[in-house]
């Protein structure tokens, strides 16, 4: 034995990797970002133009892909589309699940079960069915990547979030539990919480949301919006990298600094 240990990279490079809700915002920043690191992607989102979009960015990039509508609550949608998946590529290696229907601020009070509904519908159910379709096939392969992605709006509570705080913090639980009871087969789990919400930016005459933008970044650290292809990207890259084979059941934050925790 020489006693030099083994290089582990960073890199993503032919990992097939599929990504909700990447047709738009921080999910586009991701895919593109995944799509210069030579990954193979599945692209996923619910309306159609903007991924057809996507998919020609893709295209001129070089990237082999499959472009799909999916809506992420349909549990049975999730596991036909990784059956497609493996057909078109014969393998998957990684799982970015980034899909969530954002809604208006809403005061505690006023909550409907619309309101309610369709932020677990499609957040921390979503994510669930996603990550139950992958697994098997990771397992089976003895390694496999999921990032889920939160919100630090769990965290700081923000007025008129209670149901998309309250569906952020169960993808949150629903990571640590699945890193838990998959570790063993070689599947790592973790959650990004990003702040990169510039392609949302409020309308003038939305005061609620408006003041909760402006307070974002007050007390920012790094004060400014996050880049979800420069700044979130490469923190997922290197999540769903054979370079991160002891990191598990983690949340992280890329928020400049906006919340800090020991």
């Known amino acids: 034995m020489s006693g030099k240990a083994d290089t582990v990279g960073a890199s993503v490079r032919d990992r097939v990797v599929i990504v909700t809700g990447a047709a738009k915002g921080v999910g586009r920043g991701i895919a593109l970002h995944l799509a210069r690191e030579g990954a193979r992607l599945v692209v996923l989102a619910r309306r159609p133009d903007p991924l057809a979009a996507l998919s020609s960015e893709l295209d001129a990039l070089g990237t082999e892909h499959l472009a799909a509508t999916l809506n992420v609550a349909d549990r049975d949608a999730n596991f036909a589309l990784v059956e497609d998946t493996i057909a078109t590529f014969g393998r998957v290696d990684g799982l970015v699940a980034n899909a969530q229907t954002f809604r208006p601020p809403t005061p505690l009070a006023d909550l409907t079960v619309r309101d309610v509904d369709v932020l677990f519908d499609t957040g921390p159910k979503g994510t669930l069915w996603g990550m139950q379709a992958v697994f098997p096939h990771m397992r089976d392969q003895g390694w496999g990547r999921i ?92 999540l769903l990298s054979d370079a991160c084979r002891y990191i598990t059941g983690q949340t992280v934050m890329a928020d400049g600094g906006a919340f800090m925790h020991p």
Do not use: K
């Open 147 to 238: 990032v889920t992605m939160g919100s630090n709006s769990g965290f700081t509570t923000p007025a008129g979030y209670a149901p998309y705080s309250a569906s952020n913090e169960a993808i949150r639980s629903l990571t640590r539990t699945a890193a838990r009871e998959w570790g063993p087969f070689g599947v790592v789990v973790n959650c990004v919480c990003p702040v990169s919400i510039g392609h949302h930016a409020p309308p003038d005459d939305d005061p609620l949301r408006a003041a909760s933008h402006r307070r974002t970044f007050e007390n920012q650290p790094i004060s400014r919006d996050g880049d979800a292809e420069r700044d979130v990207g490469p923190l997922v890259a290197f």
